[in-house]
């Protein structure tokens, strides 16, 4: 099931134009910024997530945690400014460039998310959709 799973991915990767559309869900699981390395139990706590939803060459990124003031995770969903595979070491890398805020999405499915203010996310995806 995984090397079906990995297969798929590297074809969405090298082919871009084949996958009309794709969605991984993205699971945070280390988090620091220029204050602190948020512990495992932060990190739980805090149920951070990303959502990345590709149609074509556009996508779009929600940003997911727990809110306490609503008791529940809530998004914010960002119309991503460009989508750029990188032929060399097969990198997708969504930017939304007036935010700084960029996700980066290697072939075995992790990701790096640079959230611009300082902030670093890392953690593993799958592939929900198709």
Request: proline letters at 2%.
């Amino acid at each position: 099931m995984r090397a079906h799973v990995g297969c798929r991915l590297l074809v969405l990767l090298l082919f871009p134009k084949l996958a009309t559309a794709v969605e991984y869900e993205c699971k945070v699981e280390r988090k620091l910024d220029t204050e602190h390395v948020y512990t495992q139990v932060q990190v739980q706590k805090g149920q951070f997530s990303l959502r990345i939803e590709e149609n074509g060459n556009s996508a779009t990124v929600s940003r997911c945690s727990f809110s306490a003031s609503v008791q529940e995770v809530t998004c914010d969903r960002y119309p991503m400014d460009k989508v750029v595979l990188d032929e060399n070491v097969k990198i997708k890398k969504y930017y939304l460039f007036r935010s700084q805020f960029d996700v980066q999405l290697f072939a075995d499915l992790l990701f790096i998310e640079n959230n611009g203010r300082g902030g670093i996310a890392f953690g593993r995806c799958r592939v929900v959709a198709p």
